[in-house]
């Protein structure tokens, strides 16, 4: 495939829109500098100060995830979990589950800023992009269930510590467990080694079994294809090993 293919590549009839630079955001603007110098202030950090330690612990957090029988009993235990990330962030962001379920789950990164502000796991342009790359292999949303790593955005976007990983992993957990998917898709670096042990590039579309009789796929998270476009190359060729493995497994 040249150059000139992934450019204007489309899949299964839909268009990814390739192209060799990277993603920038249209809602940006130009600003007018002001007529006057800005009077000086005092710098404060644009990051918000890390969450309180947890005061649940994650042996509580397991016996918790551990007594819902069905999903939604689940996801309202989870918005009223008193995790340390819930009091920075504007909304959980619960799992999405699939109304036509066809065995595979998605496990993704921490939610970011769009779903922040609407509650729904992968919206915003990421969304967008994933939508097109289920296209592309004749899925959508409906056919495939979403759960991120942890339920709320971490302060400034940064990477969720340890033990908030490790607070939030049980009703990860038994999210997958009540879904019972035949195959786990992982959506950026964390995810592939939370769930599936996988270090990103160089695991990236090499499938890993777990036990169960489950596996697990490891692709980059679309905003990484979206500043890295010549990526949506290897992406394509795991989303295609995806299709095989959903009909033969």
């Given at each position: 495939m040249n150059d000139y293919?992934?450019?204007?590549?489309?899949?299964?009839?839909?268009?990814?829109e390739l192209t060799d630079a990277p993603f920038v955001s249209t809602?940006?603007?130009?600003?007018?500098?002001?007529?006057?110098?800005?009077?000086?202030?005092?710098?404060?950090?644009?990051?918000?100060?890390?969450?309180?330690?947890?005061?649940i612990s994650v042996e509580t957090a397991a016996a918790m995830a551990a007594r819902p029988s069905d999903i939604d009993a689940l996801c309202r235990m989870i918005s009223e979990f008193n995790h340390p990330l819930r009091a920075a962030a504007t909304n959980v962001v619960l799992p999405h589950i699939a109304t036509n379920p066809n065995g595979m789950i998605i496990v993704t990164d921490i939610p970011g800023p769009d779903d922040d502000a609407t509650g729904r796991i992968l919206s915003g342009a990421a969304g967008e992009l994933l939508d097109k790359m289920l296209s592309a292999i004749g899925m959508t949303r409906d056919n495939v269930s979403i759960?991120?790593?942890?339920?709320?955005?971490?302060?400034?976007?940064?990477?969720?510590t340890r033990p908030e990983l490790d607070l939030a992993r049980p009703f990860v957990n038994r999210?997958?467990?009540?879904?019972?998917?035949?195959?786990?898709?992982?959506?950026?670096?964390?995810?592939?080694?939370?769930?599936?042990?996988?270090?990103?590039?160089?695991?990236?579309?090499v499938a890993v079994e777990l036990s169960g009789g489950m596996s697990v796929m490891p692709i980059f998270h679309p905003n990484y294809l979206m500043l890295k476009p010549a990526a949506k190359r290897d992406a394509w060729t795991a989303l295609q090993s995806v299709e095989k493995m959903l009909k033969t497994v």
């Open positions: 293919d992934l450019r204007d590549l489309t899949l299964a009839g839909v268009r990814w809602s940006a603007r130009a600003v007018t500098p002001a007529a006057e110098p800005a009077p000086v202030r005092t710098m404060t950090s644009i990051v918000p100060p890390i969450a309180p330690t947890q005061t759960v991120p790593l942890v339920f709320w955005r971490t302060p400034g976007g940064r990477t969720p999210v997958i467990e009540l879904v019972h998917p035949r195959l786990i898709l992982t959506l950026g670096t964390t995810a592939a080694a939370e769930i599936g042990g996988i270090t990103l590039p160089r695991g990236h579309g």
